[in-house]
């Protein structure tokens, strides 16, 4: 079965820096589009950033120029590097990807930035 197993997270200072991991298993990762969402107390799951099976990537707003997400097919790995973090970045965060129609997601990993 498919299954994303995030970690990473923790307790940051403003201005610091940290990088999630996502190991994936069950999927033909190397064809696999990969994103990272993050989901506030009462707001909504955004998304955060993509990546396509080819590396092409896209961003929110809120992260472009900060944030980079990249691939490693040989590890089943998708990484989201954050720099210059900011308060308002506080959140779970979450790996999603999509096989036969279906959406799976981890089960979050917690980001703290304080200010």
């Known amino acids: 079965q498919v299954q994303l197993v995030e970690s990473g997270g923790g307790l940051v200072q403003a201005g610091g820096s940290l990088r999630l991991s996502c190991a994936a298993s069950?999927?033909?990762?190397?064809?696999?589009?990969m994103g990272w969402y993050r989901q506030a107390p009462g707001k909504p799951r955004d998304l955060v950033a993509r990546?396509?099976?080819?590396?092409?990537?896209s961003y929110a707003d809120s992260v472009k120029g900060r944030f980079a997400i990249s691939r490693d097919n040989a590890k089943n790995t998708v990484y989201l590097q954050m720099n210059s973090l900011k308060p308002e970045d506080t959140a779970t965060y979450y790996c999603?990807?999509?096989?036969?129609?279906?959406?799976?997601w981890g089960q979050g990993t917690q980001v703290t930035v304080s200010s």
């Open positions: 999603k990807t999509v096989s036969l129609g279906r959406d799976y």
């Open positions: 069950g999927i033909s990762f190397s064809i696999a589009a």
């Open positions: 990546i396509l099976s080819g590396g092409s990537t």
